[in-house]
């Protein structure tokens, strides 16, 4: 067994919460502290949770407000109870939802992803438990279009998130608009990837089987079999992605029925770009959804290449007036700021994992050109960086 995965294994049993239930509604917790003796060096104490209304409800279980009183004031918290059995004799593997909320709750991945503070088990279920976001989900705002470059800002946000996902073995295989929480809205809207309940970890020498798996509406179409191609992996999340944008940007789904996909997939028919048109979505952006949605997986591209795309890259807007230019998505997503005062500067860094890196300077309106440049002359472009910055 490869260490990261008994990295996992260890990381979903070390997140187990001790728990006993005081009856259907009510469980309560014993979590430990450090005390400030050698006699006291663990001391334990107890927190009461109340099972309130129900927030959602999936094939596998059900997600519930929770609220503990204990310490003064009320703490919210979401839990997912996912059922051990939905059929006698069929016992679910729930192991890879705790796998994938587990990785994904560490702090350096916080913005991008719900994060849970630890999981306890009952006689029938296991319960998850998760952030509370008071302003539910992105389905509920997208009955009307969103403003073009509202839909580009949440774009990047789960684009930023599946490049960690793939980038740490992980399909989501269920991205749609329920599954994004929103933790503030318009005018700049921040969103976090929830549910994780049929990811699934890819291993690098293998393909996933074909399941019938996702939401239809969503899912790519060699995941509901819409194609020859019997196996699927990353590109299957970046379809979902595509097929998010589409109805982000319109309020309306790419393809009404299987039928209507069948007949892109087999090229009886083109992409609907119309709905598109009509609410004035630029070439750029058409292109983009074009591109996540080809039907052949492997011309979709990865998420990382999609996150630098022109539709995303060439509309950062300035911070504090401040110009800056985001790197690749697989330099997590920081913003390199230059504090010139200048609008005619942008600069692009890429630290690569195999010390290859590249550094790229783009005059405004100028297109972006991709140079690669050895590591051993990144200190003469920085120079000129530098030079063109004073002067």
Request: charged share 25%; with cysteine.
């Amino acid at each position: 067994m490869p260490d990261n995965e008994i990295t996992l294994v260890d990381l979903v049993r070390d997140s187990k919460i001790e728990t006993r239930p005081l009856d259907s509604h009510v469980v309560e917790h014993v979590l430990y502290e450090t005390g400030r003796s050698a006699r006291r060096r663990r001391v334990p104490r107890t927190e009461r949770w109340i099972k309130g209304r129900q927030l959602g409800q999936g094939t596998f279980g059900t997600v519930h407000l929770q609220t503990c009183k204990d310490g003064g004031g009320n703490r919210f918290r979401a839990v997912k109870e996912v059922k051990k059995f939905v059929v006698v004799g069929q016992e679910l593997d729930y192991t890879r939802e705790l796998e994938a909320i587990m990785k994904f709750s560490n702090d350096k991945y916080n913005h991008c992803f719900v994060s849970s503070q630890g999981w306890y088990e009952l006689e029938d279920a296991i319960c998850i438990t998760m952030e509370y976001f008071e302003l539910g989900d992105l389905q509920q705002y997208i009955n009307t279009p969103l403003r073009e470059s509202e839909g580009r800002e949440i774009t990047d946000q789960i684009l930023e998130g599946l490049v960690f996902m793939h980038e740490n073995g992980f399909i989501h295989r269920d991205l749609k608009p329920a599954n994004i929480m929103v933790v503030d809205k318009s005018p700049e809207w921040f969103v976090k990837i929830a549910d994780f309940g049929i990811s699934k970890r890819r291993h690098h020498d293998t393909s996933l089987l074909t399941m019938q798996r996702g939401t239809l509406g969503f899912a790519a179409p060699e995941v509901i079999g819409s194609t020859s191609d019997q196996s699927y992996t990353y590109s299957a999340d970046m379809w979902s992605l595509g097929a998010m944008v589409y109805r982000i940007l319109t309020s309306k789904m790419a393809f009404d029925s299987i039928g209507d996909l069948f007949k892109y997939v087999s090229g009886e028919v083109k992409f609907p770009v119309g709905p598109l048109e009509l609410c004035n979505i630029s070439q750029r952006g058409q292109n983009f959804v074009l591109m996540l949605m080809e039907p052949c997986p492997g011309s979709r591209g990865s998420a990382a290449s999609a996150r630098s795309h022109p539709w995303l890259i060439e509309h950062l807007a300035p911070i504090n007036g401040e110009d800056f230019y985001r790197p690749e998505a697989d330099n997590t997503g920081m913003l390199l700021r230059i504090p010139t005062g200048r609008s005619s500067v942008k600069v692009k860094v890429k630290a690569c994992c195999d010390s290859i890196g590249y550094l790229q300077v783009v005059q405004t309106g100028a297109t972006p050109q991709l140079d690669q440049v050895h590591p051993s002359q990144s200190s003469l472009l920085w120079s000129l960086l530098v030079w063109s910055m004073l002067f």
